[in-house]
T-cell receptor, first 120, second 114 residues
């Protein structure tokens, strides 16, 4: 079974530029998450989708960040314009929550390799 | 507020030692708890998941325990190897429903020396 795929793996941009990240979850997983991990900290949830609907985006800085999952499969996260403090690793995860195969007793998230963003 | 804390922030041990990593959480009404491993510049690899009804889980040289009443979990690594060097993250899921959110600790950076 293929894991969660993310691209690009690394991105360097200047402040005020735009950037986009892509994620393809594990096949059949209805729920997709985007996390931001700043150096030395644990990941922080930015947005959670179930199929193509947003479940939680309470910690997404909506003035500059946007995300979509139009067909309920892959997803993109965009930052426009980027700030220095956006330098972080952006992690995508997926879970079977909300899927046909989902068992209530099983709620585990599987993470992709992440995209390391450096804003200069 | 639901928070997860990991102590120590960093740990260095010689190869072959058994070691324990600690995780504490503020609200005992958890749904499950996961331990992850993160290598530098890489994503998270799930090591063990403990459901709220379980006391421990084992995988190879790893054993994770859960004590909800005291708000603690430990990750025990037996016979440590240099390849175990990584950051270990503890994450707690409260609620268990569709909108439940995984809350992470800040991790313990482990260095196993030759």
């Amino acid at each position: 079974e293929a894991g969660v795929a993310q691209s690009p793996r690394y991105k360097i941009i200047e402040k005020r530029q735009s950037v986009a990240f892509w994620c393809n979850p594990i096949s059949g997983h209805a729920t997709l998450y985007w996390y931001q991990q700043i150096l030395g900290q644990g990941p922080k949830l930015l947005i959670q989708f179930q199929n193509n609907g947003v479940v939680d985006d309470s910690q997404l800085p909506k003035d500059r960040f946007s995300a979509e999952r139009l067909k309920g499969v892959d997803s993109t996260l965009k930052i426009q314009p980027a700030k220095l403090e956006d330098s972080a690793v952006y992690l995508c995860a997926s879970s079977p929550v909300g899927s046909g195969s989902y068992r209530p007793s099983y709620n585990e998230q599987f993470f992709g390799p992440g995209t390391r963003l450096t804003v200069l | 507020k639901q928070e997860v804390t990991q102590i120590p922030a960093a740990l260095s041990v010689p190869e072959g030692e058994n070691l324990v990593l600690n995780c504490s959480f503020t609200d005992s009404a958890i749904y499950n708890l996961q331990w992850f491993r993160q290598d530098p510049g890489k994503g998270l690899t799930s090591l063990l998941l403990i459901q709220s009804s379980q006391r421990e889980q084992t995988s190879g040289r790893l054993n994770a325990s859960l004590d909800k009443s005291s708000g603690r979990s430990t990750l025990y690594i037996a016979a440590s190897q240099p390849g175990d060097s990584a950051t270990y993250l503890c994450a707690v899921l409260w609620g268990g429903g569709t909108a439940s959110k995984l809350t992470f600790g800040t991790g313990t950076r482990l260095q196993v020396t030759l």
